[in-house]
């Protein structure tokens, strides 16, 4: 059975980097477009950034120009590369894969357990 699992997520001060990794279990044929959300307290959870499976990438403005959003197909892996974090970036961090071919078939619009991230001083 296909999972994703995150990790990387903690407590920083503003200013600081953190790095977010999420891989994909199970023996995977292909998968079709990864990304990051998040749900900060008292908000809806938001897109964070996508990354298709030949390296295009979307960001949401107020991530632009300190997050960079990676794969490695080699390793089913995505990343998420935070620099400069504000306050406003604390949230609970998801990863998701739309679409993933694996030994056991299809498996659409997987969500991992989710990662906290907290930008404090």
């Known amino acids: 059975q296909v999972q994703l699992v995150e990790s990387g997520g903690g407590l920083v001060q503003p200013g600081g980097s953190l790095r977010l990794s999420c891989a994909a279990s199970g023996i995977i044929f292909n998968i079709n477009v990864m990304g990051w959300y998040r749900q900060a307290p008292g908000k809806e959870r938001e897109l964070v950034a996508t990354?298709?499976?030949?390296?295009?990438?979307d960001y949401v403005d107020s991530v632009k120009g300190r997050f960079t959003i990676s794969r490695d197909n080699a390793k089913n892996t995505i990343y998420l590369q935070m620099d400069s974090l504000k306050a406003e970036d604390t949230a609970v961090y998801y990863c998701n894969a739309d679409r993933v071919r694996s030994s056991t078939g299809w498996h659409l619009d997987l969500w991992g357990q989710g990662t906290r991230v907290t930008v404090s001083s």
């Open positions: 990354i298709s499976n030949n390296g295009n990438r």
